[in-house]
């Protein structure tokens, strides 16, 4: 039977985390190529991945209840609609460790990505 979850998404995966969102870099890349070489080396135990529309939509694939992020604004709050083509949540203990496999998550997925933003995430106490 296939495996239909991230185990990282429901089991501890360490004291700190490293999230990187992706954007797509070049119209005319093909993205595929990058996400079967992330995929060949990261399994999901100790790391997440997901899918964003833009990604989604350059493949062709439809993914059900997948939709653009909204924009929200209210009393003294304003966020943007922004729209990630591949989110990494890579979970470790070691600072360090977690650079260098952001460093190869970028370095797997090719020139056809950018990176658009870095999260460091600990756990307190």
Request: a positive charge; aromatic letters at 6%; charged letters at 25%.
């Given at each position: 039977m296939a495996q239909t979850t991230q185990n990282a998404i429901l089991a501890p995966n360490g004291k700190l985390a490293r999230?990187?969102?992706f954007d797509l870099f070049h119209a005319d890349a093909d993205p595929l190529p990058g996400l079967k070489a992330l995929c060949a080396e990261f399994d999901g135990t100790r790391h997440v991945l997901g899918l964003g529309l833009p990604i989604c939509a350059r493949l062709g694939a439809a993914i059900d209840g997948l939709r653009a992020f909204p924009a929200l604004a209210g009393a003294g709050c304003a966020v943007a609609s922004t729209q990630?083509?591949?989110?990494c949540a890579l979970g470790g203990d070691?600072?360090?460790?977690?650079?260098?496999?952001?460093?190869?998550?970028?370095?797997?997925?090719?020139?056809?990505?950018?990176?658009?933003?870095v999260v460091d995430m600990f756990t307190n106490r």
């Open positions: 999230v990187l969102v990630g083509a591949l989110f070691d600072r360090g460790d977690l650079l260098h496999a952001g460093r190869r998550v970028t370095q797997l997925l090719g020139a056809g990505f950018r990176v658009a933003e």
